[in-house]
């Protein structure tokens, strides 16, 4: 993160900025717990850290570069529940698992996007959840210089499957805001650069061309996008095993053990397998739940239980991700679920190990069952 893009248009930042609409703090509130513990990345002068503070959050405003922090410091003076920071996207200086909710309003194109979510689950409770918001004018295409993504760009990048909403957010601008707004731009010249007066005429053109009665309304969208960022061994799970993949399964058969190689797919610390109910496999796990499974660099405890028929209704969702799972192999009659006895066989994890880049990840899926 480029710490030193906005020194010199903290003031202007401040006072001319767009904040962001009452009705998608609202949303926010809708979707973290009561006392939750915020850290706003990116903090800059606090346009939405102060919605927060003033929400009654305890918040943590990170922000590196001096001269928005010291703007930030003014923001912030009323609220005793917010604390500044000095830190960056990518090395925040937060404790470990100290964090329910990360934010960033207006900043994430700034972000190294890879470090950033390593960041965030190092400082982020289990599931922490993050949240970027930027305001943006329909149809507006540009795209900020090579240095960095834009706001809409890096959500795209950043986040996998998140929830997206949308806020109008419009805007009335005096002269003297317009030429502070544009002033607050990073990429815009400053007073003391060559181009500085160029600059201004251009804005003021762009004034006495879309103002009426002194005013350039400007209609803004606030973008909201929201994603719970899971530890980083479970995104390994589900990146290694949630589609069809073979996994060894231990049972115990009277003293001996019995090993099975099936087609199985996982989500959500579970694997699910199509099966036969009177198979010896299952027998025995109904005689003894507790089973063993290994995959790819993977091992791991589980209970075993057999939730019933293909056909069943509380099955439903699960068998229609299996069927596309398995759809390679599954109508080739290798499955017959007209026969009621064809059913689905559910491991659910207790604790494992796996391997990744030669990083050893141990799991205990019981505190971290989604």
């Known amino acids: 993160m480029n710490t030193e893009k906005f020194t010199g248009k903290a003031e202007s930042y401040a006072k001319a900025r767009p904040g962001y609409p009452d009705a998608a703090m609202d949303y926010i509130k809708t979707l973290v717990p009561p006392n939750a513990v915020f850290a706003d990345i990116g903090a800059g002068t606090g346009k939405f850290t102060e919605l927060l503070a003033k929400s009654g959050y305890t918040v943590f405003a990170v922000e590196p570069n001096a001269d928005m922090q010291e703007q930030l410091s003014i923001t912030l003076a009323p609220y005793q529940n917010a604390k500044i920071i000095t830190g960056s996207a990518e090395a925040t200086t937060l404790p470990d698992h100290s964090i329910d909710v990360v934010t960033c309003a207006q900043a994430l194109g700034w972000f190294d996007l ?68 544009n002033a607050s731009i990073s990429d815009n010249p400053q ?62 058969d009277g003293n001996r ?66 069927r596309t799972v398995f759809a390679e192999w599954y109508d080739n009659g290798h499955t017959d679920e007209s026969d009621p006895n064809t059913c689905i066989l559910c491991v659910r994890l207790t604790d494992g190990v796996i391997f990744s880049n030669g990083t050893r990840y141990d799991i205990d899926f019981t505190k971290n069952a989604r």
């Open 257 to 322: 053990p019995a090993v099975r190689t099936v087609n199985s797919y996982y989500e959500e610390g579970s694997f699910y397998t199509v099966t036969y109910a009177l198979s010896n496999k299952m027998k025995q796990i109904q005689s003894n739940p507790e089973v063993a499974i290994c995959g790819e660099w993977f091992t791991a405890h589980g209970i075993g239980e057999n939730i019933g028929y293909v056909r069943d209704e509380k099955n439903t969702e699960i068998m229609s991700k299996l």
């Open 191 to 252: 007073p003391s650069d060559s181009e500085y007066e160029a600059h201004i005429a251009e804005m003021n053109a762009v004034f006495d061309s879309n103002n009426v009665d002194g005013l350039l309304r400007i209609n803004l969208v606030t973008t909201v996008y929201s994603e719970m960022i899971i530890p980083e061994a479970l995104s390994i799970m589900d990146e290694r095993f949630g589609h069809d993949t073979l996994i060894s399964i231990a049972t115990i």
């Open 114 to 181: 890879k470090a950033f979510r390593t960041e965030c689950r190092r400082i982020g409770k289990s599931d922490v959840l993050v949240i970027s918001l930027y305001n943006v004018t329909p149809g507006d295409n540009h795209t900020p210089g090579s240095h960095r993504l834009s706001s809409k760009q890096a959500a795209e990048l950043f986040f996998k499957n998140p929830v997206v909403r949308e806020f109008p957010n419009p805007i009335l601008y005096t002269r003297e805001r317009w030429l502070q707004q």
